[in-house]
């Protein structure tokens, strides 16, 4: 074989190479894409504001997550402030113990897809911002698929990377609580 053939053969072979692996990998799912999986319409109602949360709005459309963004050694995510008090934003009782938790506690409920179907119930997580890092323990759900209803206090669906924080996490990172969202990172103890 002449060398100009066997180059273009080799050229041919690493082109058809290419294409089976771009192929290939077109049908894996993206890691740690997590895409909205529906939209709720929005229901407006007596919606308890002491941490001043979103109060869900009649007609509006409010995305669903039924995932959250892979679990890692810092893994980013928005702090939000709520009370696990009775009769406060929390809504009902915690979900992990069908049990209602002092402000002053230091408990958590994450989104939908970190939540696991009560898997990280009682766990503790490293909670990391403002140059401190604090623990605390999972005691409940931030809904990413339901909401605007009585048991979600009329809020919309969380996001699908929210640690809800009782205001002593709040306190213990030094955060002011009137901002009530904090960009952080977690971890699983």
Not at 38 to 54: Q, T
Not at 71 to 83: H, R
Not at 152 to 176: F, K
Request: glycine share 8%; net charge negative.
């Amino acid at each position: 074989m002449a060398p100009a053939s066997i180059a273009a053969t080799m050229a041919l072979l690493v082109l058809v190479m290419l294409s089976a692996s771009h192929i290939a990998s077109s049908f894996r799912p993206s890691l740690g894409v997590c895409h909205a999986s529906g939209y709720l319409p929005g229901k407006a109602g007596h919606c308890e504001k002491s941490n001043d949360p979103d109060c869900c709005k009649d007609g509006k459309r409010y995305p669903q997550y039924r995932c959250s963004p892979p679990v890692t050694a810092a893994t980013k995510a928005v702090l939000t402030l709520n009370s696990f008090e009775k009769g406060k934003d929390g809504g009902g009782p915690s979900e992990c113990d069908n049990a209602y938790h002092s402000d002053k506690e230091m408990v958590v409920a994450l989104s939908t897809g970190w939540f696991e179907n009560m898997h990280r119930c009682g766990h503790r997580i490293k909670i990391s911002a403002n140059g401190k890092s604090v623990y605390a323990k999972v005691v409940d759900e931030c809904d990413s698929v339901y909401g605007c209803d009585e048991d979600h206090n009329y809020e919309p669906p969380c996001d699908n990377n929210i640690v809800d924080a009782s205001p002593a996490v709040w306190n213990a990172l030094g955060l002011d609580q009137n901002v009530g969202m904090e960009g952080i990172t977690w971890s699983d103890e």
